[in-house]
């Protein structure tokens, strides 16, 4: 898709932008942000504080944070195309995005349990402490179900089939929309200005979702990193 | 003669399909939200924490919806 690449190229000329103006206020001294920079220090410190620092602590939270960050600006990228006439489908409605960072995300938090706890980090995750031995035939394959195989998916289709059920309404009210104002008669044409003020209203919902979808793809990331970190008790 | 056509109706089947299908989650969307408004209405300075918590119920109890509006893709003939 041509839209993925136009928004890769975006974010890479933005974060140069950004990084060339914490440079610059680094070499002069100048510590006051210009706005530019206020706005590029909001966005990147959102996913430090709010989100790795806030679920993983100061010390992990900075271990993981070049991914994490990755995650949520390529999604909130690649959402907001969805809603930007002319573009008007999201980089991530294809399954083939979202399946490449579920993988990541995969990746990294089995790689997480794996460097601190090595192999117990699987006994840890398929055999609970605390259950009853009999009890290990149900919970073992349900957890395994929703560790291993689960996560990852559920992870994918959110972010898919939000995109997509958000595009299918926009189009619904807007073609709605046209049919109404062009090819239906009389009184029927004044029901054309209703569906376009949902289009638009729902145009709003959607820059909402984008925002809301990256935040939760992020925070699942980071749940499931912190969940393979914890210690067993 | 089949089911539909002698209930005289036309269309999908599967649109009855995900209309039960999100049922469930709306329920549990619906529990999850107001016991957050419950909790943050009792102690006001947990607000930030308990919102963190409610995106994350929501995530997951939103899911079920979103695979029932994924059978189509998946079973797809």
């Given at each position: 898709?041509?839209?993925?690449?136009?928004?890769?190229?975006?974010?890479?000329?933005?974060?140069?932008?950004?990084?060339?103006?914490?440079?610059?206020?680094?070499?002069?001294?100048?510590?006051?942000?210009?706005?530019?920079?206020?706005?590029?220090?909001?966005?990147?410190?959102?996913?430090?504080?709010?989100?790795?620092?806030?679920?993983?602590?100061?010390?992990d939270?900075?271990?993981?944070?070049?991914?994490?960050?990755?995650?949520?600006?390529?999604?909130?990228?690649?959402?907001?195309?969805?809603?930007?006439?002319?573009?008007?489908?999201?980089?991530?409605?294809?399954?083939?995005?979202?399946?490449v960072?579920?993988?990541?995300a995969?990746?990294?938090?089995?790689?997480?349990g794996?460097?601190?706890?090595?192999?117990?980090?699987?006994?840890?995750?398929?055999?609970?402490?605390?259950?009853?031995?009999?009890?290990?035939?149900?919970?073992?394959?349900?957890?395994?179900?929703?560790t291993?195989?689960?996560?990852?998916?559920?992870?994918a289709?959110?972010?898919?089939?939000?995109?997509?059920?958000?595009h299918?309404?926009?189009?619904?009210c807007?073609?709605?929309?046209?049919?109404?104002?062009?090819?239906?008669?009389?009184?029927?044409?004044?029901?054309?200005?209703?569906?376009?003020?949902?289009?638009?209203?729902?145009?709003?919902?959607?820059?909402?979702?984008?925002?809301?979808?990256?935040?939760?793809?992020?925070?699942?990331?980071?749940?499931?990193?912190?969940?393979?970190?914890?210690?067993?008790? | 003669?089949?089911?539909?056509?002698?209930?005289?109706?036309?269309?999908?089947?599967?649109?009855?399909?995900?209309?039960?299908?999100?049922?469930?989650?709306?329920?549990?969307?619906?529990?999850?939200?107001?016991?957050?408004?419950?909790?943050?209405?009792?102690?006001p300075?947990?607000?930030?924490?308990?919102?963190?918590?409610?995106?994350?119920?929501?995530?997951?109890?939103?899911?079920?919806?979103?695979?029932?509006?994924?059978?189509?893709?998946?079973?797809?003939?």
């Amino acid at each position: 898709m041509l839209i993925r690449l136009i928004v890769v190229a975006t974010l890479l000329v933005l974060f140069t932008l950004v990084s060339g103006a914490f440079d610059k206020s680094l070499k002069t001294k100048n510590f006051v942000p210009s706005r530019f920079q206020l706005m590029g220090e909001i966005a990147l410190n959102f996913v430090r504080t709010n989100i790795a620092h806030d679920q993983l602590g100061k010390k992990d939270g900075d271990r993981f944070l070049p991914l994490l960050t990755t995650i949520f600006f390529i999604v909130v990228g690649m959402n907001i195309t969805g809603i930007i006439p002319g573009f008007n489908v999201a980089g991530t409605s294809l399954i083939g995005l979202p399946i490449v960072l579920a993988l990541a995300a995969y990746v990294t938090f089995i790689y997480a349990g794996m460097k601190k706890h090595g192999l117990k980090f699987f006994s840890n995750a398929l055999f609970p402490a605390g259950v009853p031995l009999p009890f290990y035939i149900l919970v073992t394959p349900i957890e395994f179900l929703s560790t291993f195989i689960l996560r990852p998916v559920t992870l994918a289709l959110r972010l898919t089939m939000n995109m997509i059920a958000g595009h299918l309404l926009l189009v619904l009210c807007f073609s709605a929309t046209h049919f109404f104002l062009f090819e239906s008669e009389g009184l029927f044409k004044a029901f054309g200005a209703g569906t376009f003020l949902f289009g638009f209203a729902f145009t709003l919902f959607e820059m909402l979702v984008a925002f809301l979808q990256a935040y939760v793809f992020t925070l699942l990331t980071t749940v499931y990193i912190q969940l393979s970190l914890a210690d067993e008790h | 003669m089949d089911a539909t056509t002698a209930a005289g109706l036309v269309g999908n089947i599967a649109v009855v399909g995900y209309g039960l299908a999100a049922v469930g989650p709306g329920i549990g969307v619906g529990l999850v939200v107001s016991k957050t408004i419950e909790s943050i209405a009792r102690q006001p300075e947990l607000a930030g924490r308990l919102q963190v918590t409610m995106w994350l119920g929501i995530a997951f109890t939103e899911a079920l919806a979103l695979i029932g509006l994924a059978t189509p893709f998946i079973f797809a003939a």
